[in-house]
C-alpha cells in the first residue's frame, strides 16, 4: 500500500513537473508582451473590434511565439546550460527532452497559425508563421556569428502590431508600416541594453549583441542613442495619418524625450547602471505609447 502511494505520488510529482515545463518553454512574459502589441495594432485597424475578437488574434500571436520561443530554446539548449539566467530552463536541465518540445512546438505553431488564417485572414497567418521563421532559424544562430542578429531579430520582434493590423484589415497598409517601424526602432536601444547589462552571461555563450567592437563603451551608447532619437518623429506620424489624435502624439513624444534623456546619462557614465535604466524605461515606453494610442482612437 505504501509502495503504491509512493508510487502514484511519484508520477503526479513527474506530471506535475513536466507540466510546469511546458509552460516555462513558453517564456509567457515575453509571449503576452508580444501578444499584447498584435491587439494594439487590431484595435487600431479595428476600433469597433468585439473582446472575442481581441482575444483570439491574442491567442493566436501567443500560440505562435511560444512556438518560435521554442525553437531557440532547442537550438540553444546546450549554450543555455553556460548561462546562469537560462541554466535552469526546462531542456538543459532534462526535465524535457528536445523531442517532447519540439512536437510541442509543431502543435503550437500549427494552432496558431490555423486560428489567424481561418478566423481572420490567411495574409495574418502567413505573417505569422514567417515571423516564427526569422525568429527560430536566422536571429537564433545569428546571435554567435554578428551584432546583425539584433537587426534581424527586430523584424520579426516588430510584426505583431502589423500582423494584428492586417487580421483586423486583411491588408497590409501604410499603418501597419507606421505601427511596426515604431516597434522596430525600439527594439535596438531594448536589446542592446539589455545586452549591455547580461553581457558577461552572454559572453559564455559566445552571443555577439553589442552592435560595437568592444561592446561597452561610447560608440555602443551613442548608437542607443541614435536609434532611440529616431523614435521621437515616428511617434508622430500616427497623427500625420490620422490614426490617432493630438493627445497621444503628444504622450508619445513626452515619453520618446524621458527614453532620449536616459541614453544620455549612459553616454556619459557607460555604467551597467545606466543600461539597466534604458532597458526598464524601454519596459514602459512601448506599452504606455501604444495604449495611448488606442485611447485616443476609441
Known amino acids: ?12 510529482s513527474t506530471m506535475a513537473n513536466k507540466a510546469t515545463a511546458y509552460f516555462q518553454l513558453l517564456k509567457f512574459r515575453l509571449s503576452l508582451t508580444v501578444t499584447f502589441s498584435s491587439a494594439i495594432g487590431f484595435i487600431l485597424g479595428n476600433p469597433n473590434a468585439r473582446w472575442y475578437d481581441i482575444a483570439l488574434v491574442m491567442l493566436g500571436g501567443m500560440l505562435v511565439t511560444g512556438a518560435a520561443n521554442i525553437i531557440n530554446q532547442i537550438l540553444e539548449k546546450d549554450l543555455d546550460k553556460l548561462m546562469k539566467r537560462t541554466a535552469k530552463r526546462p531542456l538543459p536541465t532534462g526535465v524535457l527532452t528536445v523531442k517532447e518540445a519540439a512536437v510541442y512546438c509543431f502543435l ?4 496558431g497559425t490555423l486560428l489567424l488564417g481561418i478566423y481572420f485572414n490567411p495574409l495574418a497567418a502567413a505573417l505569422s508563421l514567417l515571423s516564427l521563421v526569422l525568429y527560430g532559424f536566422f536571429y537564433t ?14 523584424i520579426p520582434g516588430a510584426m505583431p502590431p502589423l500582423i494584428g493590423w492586417v487580421a483586423a484589415t486583411g491588408a497590409i497598409e501604410a499603418e501597419a508600416i507606421i505601427l511596426f517601424g515604431i516597434q522596430f526602432f ?5 536589446f542592446w541594453a539589455i545586452a549591455w547589462v547580461l553581457d558577461d552571461d552572454y559572453k559564455k555563450a559566445g552571443f555577439k549583441m553589442l552592435p560595437m567592437e568592444g561592446g561597452k563603451n561610447l560608440k555602443t551608447a551613442i548608437q542607443i542613442m541614435s536609434y532611440t532619437l529616431v523614435l ?3 511617434s508622430l506620424l500616427p497623427l500625420q495619418f490620422g490614426m490617432t489624435g493630438v493627445t497621444s502624439a503628444m504622450i508619445a513624444v513626452v515619453c520618446g524625450v524621458l527614453f532620449l534623456a536616459q541614453t544620455f546619462y549612459l553616454m556619459r557614465t557607460c555604467s551597467k547602471k ?13 506599452p504606455i505609447v501604444q495604449i495611448a494610442f488606442v485611447l485616443d482612437k476609441i
Open 232 to 234: 521621437i518623429p515616428l
Open 108 to 111: 503550437l505553431a500549427l494552432a
Open 274 to 286: 545606466a543600461a539597466m535604466s534604458i532597458m526598464f524605461g524601454s519596459f514602459l515606453y512601448l
Open 1 to 12: 500500500m505504501y509502495t503504491s502511494n509512493t508510487k502514484t505520488l511519484l508520477q503526479a
Open 186 to 190: 525600439w527594439q535596438f536601444p531594448h
Open 141 to 154: 544562430p545569428l546571435k554567435r556569428i554578428s551584432p546583425i542578429c539584433v537587426f534581424v531579430g527586430a
